[in-house]
């Protein structure tokens, strides 16, 4: 029988061991892939947004002589917290589901030789982050091979015509890499402009592109279909009246962020409408409406899931270990 259970070892799951092991438990982690195995998914040559201290967890420094740390650091540092503080974690193990029968979490999980495994603790901590869940569009052609909701590197794309769906940092700095490497690159964005929330770094370079021509920016713009090697573009006016263009592509980046998944948190019991509703629980303690069940990181927030990242995710593993350590206190021996 397991005290805690955490699934997830993100970042912010990370760091609630590490709050947990400050207050005296050993808590079991179970991810199924590698730890952090979001930030392996980011874009090969990603900068954060963040300072180097805005992502340190378990009271470890970030080193880097840059002023915004690269994903290769970013592994290094999450890895090398795991390793110092000697967490228990079992990699490329996949929950499938978490039950309460009495006072006893079951966890049913599988391993990498499909073997079923089942899992007993008093209280379970769901990290389980959002990467794995695009939002889809929901337009005919969005499964097609070529079209896919993730950016790792820009090579690929070289010598090709791209349409990138999005107006934000990961469509932006997509865009800019791809053009670099030779490719034509379409931006297809629902807004007036990209976000205000692009990078001050990197938006003059951007908007410089787009001036230019280097960057065909559509805005006010959507893409309705796409096709095996087209994509068609509605785009409204400042009138309101709308025109369609179809544009031969080889390849569609639908890089219009992720969620969380909120079927797999209902199935446990907890409250959690689809929506721009966060799932129920405490933010105080980040328990939920199934006593003994807690929510970290990205998992607990409602539709955007811009709303919670590591620098601030990381800090819903201190009031939840700060809550558990009270309840053992008054616990009776």
């Given at each position: 029988?397991?005290?805690?259970?955490?699934v997830g070892a993100?970042?912010c799951?990370?760091?609630?061991?590490a709050?947990?092991?400050?207050?005296?438990?050993?808590?079991l982690?179970?991810?199924k892939?590698?730890i952090v195995h979001?930030i392996t998914?980011?874009?090969i040559n990603m900068?954060?947004?963040?300072?180097p201290a805005?992502?340190?967890?378990?009271?470890?420094?970030?080193?880097t002589?840059n002023d915004?740390p690269?994903?290769?650091e970013?592994?290094h540092y999450?890895r090398t917290?795991s390793?110092?503080r000697?967490?228990?974690?079992r990699?490329?193990?996949?929950?499938?589901g978490?039950?309460?029968?009495?006072?006893?979490?079951?966890?049913?999980?599988?391993?990498?030789?499909g073997e079923?495994?089942?899992?007993?603790?008093?209280?379970?901590?769901?990290a389980?982050?959002?990467?794995d869940?695009?939002?889809?569009?929901g337009?005919p052609?969005?499964?097609l091979?070529?079209?896919s909701h993730f950016?790792?590197e820009?090579?690929?794309?070289?010598g090709?015509?791209?349409?990138v769906i999005?107006?934000?940092n990961s469509?932006?700095?997509?865009?800019?890499e791809?053009?670099?490497?030779?490719?034509?690159?379409?931006?297809?964005?629902?807004g007036?402009?990209?976000s205000?929330n692009?990078?001050?770094?990197?938006?003059?370079?951007f908007?410089s592109?787009?001036?230019k021509g280097?960057?065909d920016?559509?805005?006010?713009?959507?893409?309705?279909e796409?096709g095996?090697?087209?994509?068609?573009?509605?785009?409204?006016?400042a009138?309101?009246?709308?025109?369609?263009?179809?544009?031969?592509?080889?390849?569609v980046?639908?890089l219009?962020?992720?969620r969380?998944d909120r079927g797999?948190l209902r199935?446990m019991?907890?409250?959690?409408?689809d929506?721009?509703i966060?799932?129920?629980h405490?933010p105080?303690t980040?328990e939920?409406n199934?006593?003994?069940?807690?929510?970290?990181g990205?998992?607990?927030?409602?539709?955007?899931a811009?709303?919670?990242f590591?620098e601030?995710g990381r800090?819903h593993?201190?009031k939840?270990?700060?809550?558990?350590a009270?309840?053992?206190e008054v616990m009776?021996?």
């Amino acid at each position: 029988m397991e005290e805690i259970v955490i699934v997830g070892a993100g970042p912010c799951g990370l760091s609630a061991a590490a709050e947990l092991q400050d207050r005296g438990f050993d808590p079991l982690v179970i991810e199924k892939e590698n730890i952090v195995h979001s930030i392996t998914q980011y874009p090969i040559n990603m900068q954060f947004f963040s300072t180097p201290a805005l992502l340190e967890i378990a009271g470890v420094p970030f080193i880097t002589p840059n002023d915004k740390p690269s994903r290769l650091e970013a592994l290094h540092y999450y890895r090398t917290v795991s390793e110092r503080r000697q967490m228990r974690i079992r990699r490329y193990e996949r929950v499938t589901g978490v039950t309460k029968d009495g006072d006893v979490f079951r966890i049913d999980s599988v391993g990498r030789s499909g073997e079923p495994i089942v899992t007993r603790a008093r209280s379970v901590v769901i990290a389980t982050g959002y990467f794995d869940h695009p939002n889809r569009i929901g337009i005919p052609g969005e499964e097609l091979p070529h079209v896919s909701h993730f950016f790792r590197e820009a090579h690929p794309y070289a010598g090709t015509r791209v349409v990138v769906i999005g107006g934000s940092n990961s469509a932006v700095d997509a865009a800019l890499e791809m053009e670099r490497v030779g490719a034509k690159v379409t931006v297809v964005y629902r807004g007036e402009s990209v976000s205000a929330n692009i990078k001050a770094w990197v938006r003059p370079i951007f908007d410089s592109y787009a001036a230019k021509g280097r960057i065909d920016l559509r805005l006010n713009s959507r893409v309705i279909e796409i096709g095996h090697n087209h994509a068609v573009v509605e785009t409204t006016d400042a009138e309101g009246r709308a025109s369609r263009e179809t544009l031969p592509v080889d390849f569609v980046l639908a890089l219009t962020g992720f969620r969380p998944d909120r079927g797999f948190l209902r199935a446990m019991g907890i409250e959690a409408p689809d929506g721009i509703i966060p799932p129920t629980h405490n933010p105080e303690t980040m328990e939920t409406n199934v006593p003994g069940l807690y929510l970290a990181g990205v998992v607990s927030t409602g539709r955007d899931a811009n709303e919670i990242f590591i620098e601030s995710g990381r800090y819903h593993g201190r009031k939840i270990a700060d809550h558990l350590a009270s309840c053992r206190e008054v616990m009776p021996s």
